[in-house]
């Protein structure tokens, strides 16, 4: 399965700014999706990133608040911007498992974000 | 569009028995897969099981079995012989084999696992 390294693990916000969380994939990777997860919630995603072209965004999420960066096929940024504290979620990256019987989707260890 | 139903927000279960987490979908996509995860406190991510929906056995992966009942749209967990770190959320997702071919995640469940 992909490795995946995202950073922050966590951070602590004023509202108004913005934060970039990145993540590293060990191998190429056709798709990128990034994940929000509010406290005590389910998963819901936000968007799914191609190498090339722009994000594709979920309904509710749009690319001002959430600009998504897709330079290469191991790479990828989410920013959220201009902060409130209804931003404080876990935001994860996750890409599709590759590798023979391996049909899970790897995940990175999630950035969790408080806005103050 | 891909819909995940977990109906019961909270499972307890005594160490050693087994339990059952249930999951129902509706898709109109004849191609789809339907996983389960994990996530412990820690807030990592953690695949347990998957299955296809042309499959004709019930996915099984050590402990974890999936009961998968296509025609009633449902893909229960099971859990045999529980542990207390088996303590944690349970999300159900599936994937329709279209498209971006994303996951969309039920509201899952908090499994207690008590001695």
């Known amino acids: ?116 | 569009a891909q819909k995940i139903t977990q109906t019961q927000p909270g499972m307890f279960v005594q160490e050693k028995e087994a339990v059952t987490l249930d999951c129902t979908y509706d898709t109109s996509d004849p191609s789809y897969g339907l996983f389960w995860y994990k996530q412990p406190s820690s807030g990592e991510m953690i695949f347990l099981i998957y299955q296809g929906s042309y499959d004709q056995q019930n996915a099984t992966e050590g402990r974890y079995s999936l009961n998968f009942q296509k025609a009633r749209k449902s893909a229960n967990l099971v859990i045999s012989a529980s542990q207390l770190g088996d303590s944690a959320m349970y999300f159900c997702a599936m994937r329709e084999n279209t498209g971006f071919q994303k996951l969309v995640f039920g509201t899952g469940t908090r499994l207690l696992v008590s001695p």
């Open chain 1, 1 to 116: 399965s992909a490795v995946i390294s995202q950073k922050p693990s966590r951070d602590i916000c004023q509202r108004g700014t913005s934060l970039t969380i990145q993540c590293q994939v060990d191998s190429q990777v056709t798709m990128m999706f990034w994940y929000r997860q509010q406290p005590g919630q389910s998963l819901t995603l936000i968007a799914t990133a191609n190498q090339g072209s722009e994000a594709t965004y979920e309904s509710g999420f749009v690319i001002d608040k959430f600009p998504i960066s897709r330079p290469n096929l191991t790479f990828s940024t989410l920013t959220v911007s201009n902060m409130s504290p209804e931003d404080s979620s876990i935001y994860l990256c996750s890409v599709e498992s590759t590798g023979t019987g391996d049909y899970g989707y790897t995940f990175g260890s999630g950035t969790r974000l408080t806005v103050v």
